[in-house]
């Protein structure tokens, strides 16, 4: 069974700098990624995936990541951060497989951002 | 287009009560999906439903049932409500499992006192 790992449960980065969270999972073969953000009291919004080619995904909101198979890693990351990129990230991962429980979840990371 | 809503949006119980959460989408997904989110555990799949009139566990399916009548609603029912199932409860649906992002609603939060 696959699984997902985010090593960081807090992340405090000051505004303007720049952003790295991260994200191992384990699956034998070709992962199907994503990157979700869930605002205060929202519920969770897509950012990017990764499915196949290019291993440098452009998401929304300014956010990028990239899948790296030695690494079994897929590091989200931004430039330069604002204040209203303070939220909680959730990395997932999927399977082509078969079985319909759906995506596995990370525990999450928690982004604050300093003035 | 709404996507995925949920209701109600907050709600109070006490030990014993019994109460639904209604998740309702409007994208013609097959697949739905039933999450409980508590701090520092994650998402945790309670239940999920391939299409209409199936239903399956999840990761978490004591204390909860589940209906899927039509396509577009997915019922969770708590038959008698305990503390443990304090918790934000997030809908979502999907194309297909595994291989296409999930769609979730803005959730439900239920305290059980």
């Known amino acids: 069974a696959q699984s997902v790992t985010q090593p960081d449960i807090h992340i405090t980065v000051s505004e303007g700098a720049s952003l790295e969270l991260r994200c191992n999972y384990s699956?034998?073969?070709?992962?199907?990624l994503f990157w979700y953000v869930q605002s205060p009291g929202q519920g969770l919004q897509l950012l990017l995936k990764?499915?196949?080619?290019?291993?440098l995904v452009q998401g929304i909101k300014g956010f990028e990541a990239e899948f790296k198979r030695s690494q079994s890693s897929f590091n989200l990351r931004k430039p330069s951060v604002h204040w209203s990129d303070a939220a909680e990230y959730f990395c997932a991962v999927g399977a082509s497989g078969g079985g319909a429980d759906g995506l596995t979840f990370g525990k999450g990371t928690h982004l604050i951002i300093q003035p | 287009n709404a996507g995925v809503t949920q209701t109600p949006k907050f709600r109070v119980l006490k030990t014993g009560q019994s109460m639904t959460l209604l998740c309702a989408q409007d994208m013609n997904h097959e697949y739905m999906y039933w999450y409980r989110q508590d701090p520092g555990m994650g998402l945790r799949l309670i239940h999920y439903?391939?299409?209409?009139?199936?239903?399956a566990k999840g990761e978490v399916p004591d204390g909860y049932n589940v209906s899927r009548l039509k396509k577009q609603n997915f019922l969770l029912g708590l038959e008698s409500a305990a503390p443990s199932q304090t918790s934000v409860y997030f809908c979502?649906?999907?194309?297909?499992?595994?291989?296409?992002?999930?769609?979730f609603g803005p959730g439900t939060r239920l305290t059980v006192t």
């Open positions: 979502a649906s999907s194309i297909r499992p595994r291989v296409f992002e999930q769609y």
């Open positions: 699956y034998g073969a070709t992962p199907y």
């Open positions: 990764y499915f196949s080619g290019d291993t």
């Open positions: 439903s391939v299409g209409e009139g199936t239903t």
